[in-house]
């Protein structure tokens, strides 16, 4: 019996069984082919075995592997331990990682490493052994991740050091030595052991400048090294002995005097030592003492573009903003310069902390960057994935259970919400219809005896009508931080009477929630004084008083744009122009009208108390007849822009640094030759709270944060003016929030112009080009200093290029929709109806924080005056749509306008939709957020989505009289049939929808429980299969259905869970566009977006079984489109592409992250043959130093 006929244990096969098994099973039998390939060359390198029962003993018990590799380990003869290493090479070389992990895991690395310590016993070193020894080390231990600590157990470590230092100067011998000992150094404690044995002196003295000869030697000199500094205690020795100022001599020399960029491996090594040099505080002290930003910076931008060059540049750039010193915001404090007193919370202000940083924070990071590295040991664990924890598995809270947060005496108060369902109309008293004329109108003769022809009154004598009454006067606890606080006496005489109103139509009213007068602390005047000149016009709509509105509007004498606009003689400027252009101004813009818009403007309440109107407002916005395309970016331009931030680091002499804007010290004295910009924010729904000039065409610019709050930097809306036409201004806002941003993806912020708008383009267009987003060297501390993680910001940069100089223009984040703008859309929108087809009813829900009062609308058709007419009307379902809880979400205002227009339409699916369904929309359920310029909180400080579980009346009325109205219809019998939340989207294109399922989250979360046995209506799919087919933005595969714990708060999970909607949605729109179907690369506009409203809509179609023959003009597909059992089945074998339901999950694209600080990346792999292959045999120079 010969030894390739011998058996293994784990199959009991022979050699040739196994080399047959190889040819027809591949890679997959790799374990089958380590154990008996090449036996029979074994057998032949074995001869000096002494007996065949020797052998047999030796393999009773053990695979063919490990008797290969115990014969190994306990070799001390040369030429078998050789003919052993030759045969393991040729089945590792043959064969892929898998071979090598196999031969790891039957102890592979400790018979490699005792076979070292055997061989380096004989002296003199016989290389002929010990260079593939070395080799099959160097290519089993980069897989094996405790390599280094076997090795320190074993006791290598030693022998190996003393090999390196017998070696020398030999490069062909010292440079497999030192791969070894970066191998080595891959575990962080051997790593800190070999440190203090000494080597890194050695390793520096093989380090020299640039030379040509024993190249692979300094590089495998450099790479030990680089490994070696992965530990802290090395890091520190380094810097202590001045490393890191050699360092950067040793680079700068390669990098000027290697002009071919032949030797790049060693630039990139290099680098690698100084970027883990640099992971402690001390280290980064010691780079930017020794110059390091300036080498670094000259080099990287030296390097140029090339492909073959990048990783370099890339090491390089994250290095520099890696030791980029962290600041705080040019700011005395990050938090809100708005402040808002909540109710019986007078006392309990926040306390500002200075946006400085503290001494102990600074301890305590140094402290963490300094431990010990034994804390780094265990660090190979698997990642631990969150969002799978997150998801809901207990069956009791993943199943619907509907009940009542609060009595049914308390629900009775929202039975004025739906007057549809009380008694007969015709009967009603008018009355009170007259009462409420405004806030609370119906538009139907049918129900109420007031005529058509009252109803449809002129519109010019409305306005005067609203204009003579009293404005609303309820006072707020609103103040203006480091300014006077206005009193409560300064009010006007029709003060009590609005409040009585508020106090009489208001469901659960609580008249501490709302102070008045002394009572109320710091309070708001009313805006009777807003705008004055402005109401003066209106009162007297002549030629000048017209031209005189404009100019208020547009906050400076641009008289000069109306002759240039409409080419009308200057005799006729000061009589006519300002009436021509606001008459013709109307029949542009549908559903906007300047004058409404003021009087709608005179009513808000702001923090700021703001007495100008953004123009684009006043005037409107209608969306061009082009559709935009998404922007690209040039590979090297962002890294551009870093080098530009860092530039300011290592040229502080070439910045400005002026203060421009400052919205906490207005108004900025400026000399008249001064060319910087002039940017301006106190207006409705504006955020820009700081500027400052950089260089002469870029400015640095800083959001506020919402009210009461230090985060939530997204939303930015502003005016600036002064520009230069054809000059490319760059801006950059330095404090947004977020990790990622479709603005790395094609997205464009908006920009509208005054000069355009009165040339008849009164557009909103995206603009801006070198559009970037990446993370900067600014941080809040003062997060830090109340025990949170510290936080950086992120940067927005882009550059606009004006047409026209000394324009007067709006930037904005997106579409800018205002509290305002709804207003004046909601009453020309119901003036516009015909009362006989349309019930269209605008009711006030509830007053919010600041006084403001939040809208509800009811739209259904009116019903005939016959009793069966009447018992369908009555019997008709729910559907409930509610908007913009986030402020910063405008494109969620676009779409519910979308969704308005076509409900009180001519279109016979409007008409179906309305015999079917009554509708009860709150389009606007944070309007103190929209007005402040808040991005995603109110006046509370609060996320108003993650307070639908348990929300309070003082301090989230809308949310609770919201909530307080579903709980009352599903009290009834009346629990909807659809509700939707609109939102927007900043990471992710298209329009999507989340909802709720048991069974999917089940499945996703691989939970235990048989979900065969639950019952699930799959009907929650049926809205986003239809608005897939019908709708072009719309992208089924980036719908979730998942119900996750951190969510559970959200109006969707709580309309789900606690009312029993079983179709309870979140309609995300994105911001950006679309990167599939008809839109796809395009951004989506104003147009776009209301089309997506009325196609949610067209979906609810779908519902109604009876009605499908109506919809087949827009819905042609057959039934299979809704047979959800058989794809709900297919699902639970799919990998849900999105397993999180947060409003912003993490981008899934790509993106070039240069601007993140290091991370640790996988070495390259070593391919010690290749760095063996010397082009001369000179020996190594060492460094005396």
């Not at 102890?107 to 020894?133: C, K, Q, W």
């Not at 805006?527 to 030629?543: E, F, T």
């Not at 090297?636 to 421009?660: A, M, W």
């Not at 060297?777 to 047409?803: D, I, P």
Request: net charge negative; hydrophobic share 30%.
């Amino acid at each position: 019996m010969s030894i390739f006929d011998l058996p293994t244990k784990a199959t009991g096969q022979s050699f040739p069984q196994f080399h047959k098994r190889e040819r027809e099973g591949g890679e997959s039998s790799c374990a089958s082919v380590v154990e008996g390939k090449y036996f029979f060359r074994l057998s032949l390198s074995l001869r000096w075995f002494k007996t065949r029962a020797e052998m047999t003993s030796a393999s009773g018990n053990a695979t063919g592997l490990e008797i290969l590799l115990s014969t190994l380990k306990s070799s001390h003869d040369v030429q078998s331990t050789l003919s052993i290493l030759q045969i393991l090479d040729e089945l590792l070389s043959a064969g892929t990682v898998k071979r090598i992990r196999y031969m790891i895991s039957k102890g592979g690395s400790e018979a490699l490493l005792h076979t070292l310590i055997n061989m380096t016993r004989i002296f003199p070193p016989n290389y002929d052994v010990l260079l593939p020894l070395m080799h099959l080390i160097v290519k089993v231990g980069q897989r094996d991740k405790r390599f280094g600590q076997k090795a320190q157990e074993i006791g290598a470590i030693n022998e190996t050091l003393n090999l390196l230092k017998h070696s020398l100067p030999q490069p062909k011998y010292v440079t497999p030595c030192l791969w070894v000992l970066k191998i080595y150094a891959s575990s962080v404690v051997t790593g800190t052991t070999l440190g203090k044995s000494g080597i890194t002196r050695l390793l520096f003295k093989l380090i020299s400048p640039y030379t040509t000869r024993n190249t692979k030697a300094v590089r495998a000199a450099i790479e030990a090294l680089s490994a070696l500094l992965k530990s802290k205690w090395n890091c520190r020795k380094a810097v202590d002995n001045g490393y890191i100022h050699k360092l950067l001599k040793v680079y700068q020399d390669w990098h000027q005097r290697d002009t071919q960029n032949k030797f790049i491996s060693i630039h990139k090594a290099l680098l690698n030592c100084i970027k883990n040099i640099t992971n402690i505080q001390i280290g980064k002290e010691a780079f930017l003492q020794a110059d390091g930003m300036r080498v670094l910076l000259r080099a990287s931008q030296a390097y140029g573009t090339s492909a073959g060059l990048q990783p370099v540049v890339k090491l390089a750039t994250q290095v520099m903003r890696k030791c980029h010193p962290k600041q705080p915001l040019p700011l005395f404090t990050v938090r809100s310069c708005y402040s808002f007193v909540l109710p019986n919370a007078a006392d309990s202000h926040p306390l500002d902390l200075p946006n400085t940083v503290p001494q102990e924070v600074i301890a305590m990071k140094d402290d963490d960057e300094d431990q010990d590295d034994e804390d780094d040991i265990g660090n190979e664990e698997p990642a631990y994935n969150e969002d799978d924890d997150d998801l809901e598995t207990d069956l009791t809270r993943l199943r619907p259970n509907p009940q009542l947060d609060r009595p049914m005496e308390e629900l009775k108060q929202y039975e004025r919400l739906c007057p549809e369902l009380i008694g007969y109309f015709q009967n009603l008293d008018t009355t009170s219809d007259e009462q409420n004329r405004g806030w609370d109108n119906v538009s139907g003769s049918a129900f109420f005896t007031t005529s058509a022809s009252q109803r449809h009154k002129n519109p010019r004598q409305w306005q005067k009508g609203i204009i003579a009454e009293d404005l609303p006067t309820l006072h707020s606890s609103i103040g203006y931080r480091k300014t006077h606080q206005i009193s409560s006496g300064s009010s006007d005489s029709g003060e009590e009477s609005d409040s009585k109103w508020l106090t009489e139509h208001s469901p659960g009213q609580d008249s501490s929630r709302i102070p008045i007068g002394p009572s109320g602390g710091c309070t708001l005047n009313p805006s009777k004084h807003k705008i004055k000149k402005m109401h003066q016009c209106m009162q007297r709509p002549n030629a000048n008083s017209s031209k005189t509105c404009i100019q208020n509007v547009i906050g400076e004498d641009r008289s000069h744009f109306l002759s240039q606009s409409w080419s009308i003689d200057s005799e006729q400027n000061g009589q006519d122009a300002g009436c021509k252009l606001l008459e013709m101004r109307r029949e542009m813009v549908p559903f906007h009208d300047p004058y409404v818009y003021t009087t709608m403007a005179e009513k808000t309440k702001s923090a700021s108390d703001y007495k100008t109107l953004a123009f684009p407002d006043y005037w409107g916005h209608i969306s061009p007849l082009y559709q935009e395309p998404l922007t690209s970016q040039w590979s090297g331009h962002q890294r551009d822009k870093i080098f530009e931030d860092i530039q300011r680091l290592v040229g502080p002499g070439d910045t400005l640094n002026k203060i421009v804007f400052d919205v906490e010290n207005l108004p900025l004295v400026t000399s008249e030759d001064d060319n910087s910009l002039k940017f301006y924010s106190n207006f409705e729904s504006g955020n820009l709270r700081k500027a400052i000039q950089i260089r002469k065409y870029e400015y640095d610019l800083i959001m506020n944060a919402d009210i009461n709050t230090d985060l939530q930097h997204q939303w930015f809306y502003f005016k600036l003016s002064g520009m230069k036409a054809g000059i490319p201004y760059r801006f950059n806002i330095i404090n947004c929030e977020k990790t990622n941003s479709q603005f790395n993806y094609g997205m464009q912020p908006v920009m509208y112009s005054v000069h355009e708008a009165l040339c008849g383009r009164p557009h909103w267009v995206r603009a801006g080009s070198d559009i970037y987003y990446y993370k900067n060297h600014y941080c809040r501390y003062s997060a830090a200093a109340r025990g949170q993680k510290e936080m950086s910001f992120y940067t927005l940069t882009f550059t606009v290029t004006f047409l026209h100089s000394k324009d007067v223009c709006y930037l904005a984040y997106h579409y800018p929709y205002t509290y305002s703008t709804l207003l004046t859309h909601l009453h020309l929108l119901e003036e516009s109806l015909n009362p006989d087809q349309v019930y269209f009813r605008h009711q006030m829900l509830c007053s919010t924080l600041g006084g403001n009062r939040c809208p509800v609308i009811t739209i259904t058709a009116s019903p005939g005056s016959q009793r069966e007419e009447l018992h369908q009307f009555w019997n008709r379902q729910y559907v409930v749509l509610t908007a913009r809880v986030h402020p910063g979400e405008s494109n969620a205002s676009w779409v519910m306008k979308g969704t308005l227009e076509f409900l009180v339409s001519n279109d016979p699916i409007a008409s179906s939709l309305r015999d079917s369904y009554i509708f009860k929309i709150i389009p606007m359920l944070n309007p103190d957020g929209v007005i402040n310029g808040c991005h995603r909180c109110s006046l509370s400080g609060e996320d108003l989505n993650r307070q639908w579980s348990e929300p309070k009346p003082d301090l989230h009325p809308t949310i609770y009289h919201t909530k307080g109205l579903l709980s009352y219809m599903r009290s009834i019998g009346k629990t909807p049939l659809v509700y939707c939340d609109y939102h927007g989207h900043s990471r992710k294109k298209n329009v999507f929808i989340y909802g709720c399922s048991l069974k999917e989250t089940l499945w996703q979360a691989r939970s235990s429980v048989d979900t065969a046995t639950l019952k699930e209506d799959i009907g929650y799919r049926t809205i986003p299969k239809v608005l897939d087919k019908i709708s072009p933005a719309f992208a089924m595969n980036r719908c979730c259905f998942l119900v996750q714990k951190s969510r559970e708060a959200t109006a969707r999970v709580v309309v789900w869970r606690e009312i029993g909607v079983l179709r309870s949605y979140t309609m995300e729109s994105t911001y950006c566009g679309c990167d599939q179907g008809k839109y796809n690369g395009l951004q989506l506009g104003t147009r776009e977006l209301e089309e997506i409203g009325a196609k949610f809509c067209t979906g609810l179609l779908k519902l109604k079984k009876e009605e499908w023959s109506c919809s087949k003009q827009l819905i042609t597909e057959d039934d299979t489109v809704l047979d959800f059992d058989n794809e709900l089945q297919n699902d639970r074998h799919m990998t849900h592409s999105d397993g999180s339901v947060d409003d912003e999950p993490l981008c899934p694209e790509e993106i070039d992250y240069d601007t993140d600080n290091c991370t640790d990346e996988d070495d390259d792999s070593i391919d010690l043959a290749a760095e063996l292959e010397l082009s001369s045999g000179d020996e190594l120079e060492l460094d005396k130093k």
